[in-house]
């Protein structure tokens, strides 16, 4: 295990400067997530901790070793990328072996690692098989299987699920975050997806546009988003946001409530909308709701909830759940 260390880390490719003075402390055996929009940032900073990209300004540092002129061979960490990256002509036993035998590892040392790991993975029955012989899922538990024989200080793992359908999404989002429970091993994961970041991770990591926006826990993100950004990005759907000014002030202000914590009112005492779109999924009812003043919001009630298009609700904001920001975006506490 290790602690990893960015200190006001920057990336610039030639005039463009894409991450601007980063910090983050990553703490020994933590699961973090560098979660964010496409292009913001985060598969960089992932691919700066491992190597693959040098590091304009500012110091990486992996278990206390200062790692900006390392090759990636010299750092200690394995990573998981998004397309599996197995060779084709190999077993699976041969691809989890690979870099152990490039090292010219023990034989004995080798088999006890294959197997130790396949156990894990669940992967003994397939050995012997060709990548192309196995489902995605099976492909992602061997490349997580060859990041594992390494037994590295740092996992590394660079959106290892988008190229897997919805409902193997979700079990695999457990296999990985089992095997941490089990490894201990400091994880670093990189996604776009918040649902992803939510379920997770220890600690999240918010990038934008090569900035980050906020740094804590899940639960931290959810109900004290730092800002605008981090309001709309975390939370699914997402937080519903009303402009307006404030009444003694005149200064710009928004409102944010989540879709969750709006109350639906038996007796009109609340706030009176219609319902533009019912969408019923079972456990949840959605409602988007135009509200004059205040646009369209959107409703999550329980499934047993019957309304449909064209209904007249009323709407209740309890004023605990209420989130306000100011004119620059930033959460007034």
Do not use: W
């Not at 402390?25 to 933590?30: C, T, V, Y």
């Not at 940032?41 to 691919?47: A, D, E, I, N, Y």
Request: charged content about 20%; aromatic content about 6%.
């Amino acid at each position: 295990m290790a602690r990893v260390v960015v200190d006001n880390v920057s990336k610039r490719y030639g005039g463009l400067q894409v991450l601007h003075n980063l910090n983050v402390e990553i703490e020994d055996g933590k699961f973090v997530v560098l979660v964010g929009p496409s292009g913001c940032g985060k598969s960089t900073l992932l691919r700066m901790i491992a190597g693959l990209e040098s590091i304009s300004d500012g110091e990486m540092s992996i278990d206390g070793r200062v790692v900006n002129d390392l090759a990636p061979r010299e750092r200690d960490i394995a990573m998981v990328f998004q397309n599996y990256a197995l060779y084709p002509h190999m077993t699976v036993a041969e691809n989890m072996s690979f870099a152990l035998r490039l090292m010219r590892s023990d034989k004995g040392e080798i088999s006890k690692r294959i197997d130790h790991a396949s156990g894990i993975l669940a992967l003994g029955p397939y050995l012997a098989r060709k990548p192309a012989a196995l489902s995605g899922g099976q492909r992602q538990r061997v490349a997580m299987g060859r990041a594992i024989v390494r037994d590295p200080k740092v996992f590394l793992f660079d959106e290892p699920l988008s190229n897997l359908d919805a409902k193997l999404r979700v079990q695999m989002r457990s296999e990985i975050r089992g095997l941490h429970d089990r490894l201990k091993t400091t994880t670093i994961y990189v996604t776009h997806d918040q649902t992803e970041a939510m379920t997770m991770a220890d600690q999240i990591v918010v990038l934008n546009q090569g900035r980050i926006e906020q740094i804590g826990t899940p639960l931290e993100l959810y109900r004290s988003p730092a800002n605008l950004f981090v309001a709309g990005f975390i939370g699914s759907p997402a937080m519903n946001l009303i402009t307006g000014r404030h009444a003694e002030t005149a200064g710009a202000t928004t409102l944010g409530i989540r879709p969750e914590h709006i109350q639906l009112a038996s007796d009109n005492n609340g706030i009176t909308g219609q319902v533009v779109f019912a969408e019923h999924l079972g456990s949840d009812t959605f409602l988007s709701v135009d509200v004059a003043d205040a646009g369209r919001l959107i409703v999550r009630g329980g499934g047993d909830l019957m309304v449909s298009a064209g209904d007249q609700v009323s709407l209740v904001f309890p004023a605990e759940r209420l989130h306000r920001f100011d004119g620059s975006g930033n959460a007034i506490r």
